[in-house]
């Protein structure tokens, strides 16, 4: 199983990422699919998860009506866009598989996970 993530980068205050994940190896609508991200010094946070069909989100307090997670099936890719960013949305930003599809946000419950990819925000 491999899950690529990408699309960080650098902006200003009120910009905007699109995060994607790229999934191989599974079934992936077999999945629910998570967003975490870790800032320095910090543990590892949820921030988003979406069911296997898509239909039901989740997502952590501090992004809600922020950011949306959306995935494609068909081609095996969960997104994260994010507009409005905060500084304080800086972190590096990982997607997560979950077959079980429980507790889906508590980070030891997701069975693969991508390698990150940096997300800062200038003030």
């Known amino acids: 199983v491999q899950l690529q993530a990408s699309g960080g980068g650098l902006v200003q205050a009120g910009g905007s990422l699109r995060l994607s994940c790229a999934a191989s190896?599974?079934?992936?609508?077999?999945?629910?699919m998570g967003w975490f991200r870790q800032a320095p010094g910090k543990e590892r946070e949820f921030v988003a998860a979406i069911s296997g069909s898509g239909v039901s989100t989740f997502y952590t307090d501090s992004v809600k009506g922020r950011f949306t997670i959306s995935r494609d099936n068909a081609k095996n890719a969960v997104d994260l866009q994010m507009p409005s960013l905060k500084p304080e949305d800086t972190a590096v930003y990982y997607c997560a598989a979950n077959v079980r599809g429980r507790a889906i946000t508590t980070m030891t419950r997701y069975d693969y996970w991508g390698q990150g990819t940096q997300v800062t925000v200038s003030s």
């Open positions: 190896g599974l079934t992936f609508s077999n999945y629910y």
